[in-house]
Structure formats: structure tokens, C-alpha cells
């Protein structure tokens, strides 16, 4: 079956505009996570959801940034008023119940200019 | 451990050399561990995964080693090839709620 996906791959934006990320995960899995990866560095959590619970949001940076995620399945990153220091990639990864192994999609690259 | 913003730390070996990455975690509590390699413009893969049941897993190559009691585990790649080179991630189980969280990773670059 197909992995975990993201839209745009690219992203290249003016500071001060809004920004949404798509995320869709694999069919039937129930977590979903998104990270953010600044060049050469590591990853850096920012959000985590799992079923129907309340999504963990204790790693978003700012109240700029938010995430929705519909019926349980596709998630949305939105970042208000980007900032320059927003530009990295963005990573989206899935999970299934139970099992610990996130699964990757291949991020989307936002540069703000 | 869990941190993050860091600069990677690198590991540069010759081809055919064995190559160990080391990763501390600061959770007690974390009971399962997976290392994953992130090659360029890639999202990171499994390579291999530990309980804390264990203290040693074997792979195609690579072997995982856990010590729990200074909270430290290591990922070791017999005859490093230039395939391998990729930036090394460990990542530990926290909680039972399908949550891992990441350390700052190892970039390993192999030298033919």
C-alpha cells in the first residue's frame, strides 16, 4: 500500500503569509506526528496525535502554529505569519496502534523569504 | 537523549571499517528503542528496534546495544559501506502510547 504523504513537496513563501501543510498518513493508522528538521540538525517534535484523544501540542513553538487533523486521518500544519526562522522541512510520520515504528513521509520544505 | 536544535555531531569512518553511534536517553521509564537512518532529502527509515528486555539485538549488519543502567544504547555497522552514510537516529518509547521521541541524530560519513 502507498506510504505516508505530504503536499507541497516545496514550499516557498513571503514572510508575514500564512502556510498549510498536508499530511496523509497510512490507511489505519491511528498516530500521527509532525516534525520539524532545520538544516543539518535534528528532528524536533511538535505535535502528536493519537485516535480520538486530545493531540499532544507540547512541542509547537509558537501559537503561530496549529494542526488539525480530520476524521482521523489527514493532518494540516498551519503556520500564521511565517517567519523566516520557519524555513526548514517539515515531516509528517504515522504509526498503528500499539506498534512503536513511525513510518515517514518525505517532508515538504518551506523556505520563507 | 530528547534533545533538539542541535548541531549533528559526525562520525566519519573508511570503507569496510565497523562503525559505532552512541545515544544517551534521559527517560528511565522508556522501554523500546528503534534507531532509523535519514538519508538525503528523505524521511527516516527503521533499521532496527530494542526492548528493554534485551541488552543485545542482531540485524543484516548492524547490532543494537543497550545498557539500561547508564542509559545508553549504541548502533554498531560491520563493513560500513558508502550506502550507509546517512545521518543515524535513536528514538525511545515513552509512555504506552504509541509515543517515541527523537535524540539529535549522528551523521555518519564513510570514505572510500
Known amino acids: 500500500g502507498a506510504g505516508v504523504s505530504q503536499s507541497p513537496s516545496n514550499k516557498v513563501t513571503e514572510k508575514g503569509k500564512d502556510v498549510e501543510l498536508r499530511c496523509d498518513p497510512i490507511s489505519g493508522h491511528t498516530a500521527l506526528y509532525w516534525y520539524r528538521q532545520s538544516l543539518g540538525q535534528g528532528l524536533e517534535f511538535l505535535i502528536y496525535f493519537q485516535g480520538n484523544s486530545a493531540p499532544d501540542k507540547s512541542g509547537l513553538p509558537s501559537d503561530r502554529f496549529s494542526a488539525e487533523r480530520t476524521g482521523g486521518s489527514v493532518s494540516t500544519l498551519t503556520i500564521q505569519r511565517t517567519q523566516q526562522e520557519d524555513s526548514a522541512v517539515y515531516l509528517c510520520?504515522?504509526?498503528?496502534?500499539?506498534?512503536?515504528?513511525?513510518?515517514f513521509g518525505p517532508g515538504t520544505r518551506l523556505t520563507v523569504t | 537523549g530528547e534533545s533538539v536544535g542541535l548541531h549533528l555531531p559526525t562520525l566519519s569512518v573508511q570503507e569496510g571499517d565497523n562503525s559505532i553511534i552512541n545515544c544517551a536517553y534521559s527517560?528511565?521509564?522508556?522501554?523500546?528503542f528503534i534507531w532509523y537512518k535519514q538519508e538525503s532529502g528523505k524521511g527516516p527509515q527503521f533499521i532496527i528496534d530494542i526492548r528493554s528486555n534485551m541488552d543485545k539485538r542482531q540485524g543484516q549488519r548492524v547490532t543494537v546495544l543497550l545498557n539500561k543502567t547508564v542509559k545508553h544504547l549504541s548502533l554498531q555497522i560491520a563493513a560500513t559501506q558508502p550506502g550507509d552514510s546517512a545521518v543515524y537516529f535513536c528514538a525511545g518509547a515513552v509512555g504506552g502510547n504509541n509515543d517515541m521521541r527523537f535524540g539529535a541524530g549522528t551523521r555518519l560519513t564513510v570514505k572510500p
Open positions: 527517560n528511565s521509564a522508556s522501554d523500546y
Open positions: 510520520a504515522s504509526s498503528s496502534i500499539g506498534v512503536y515504528e513511525q513510518y
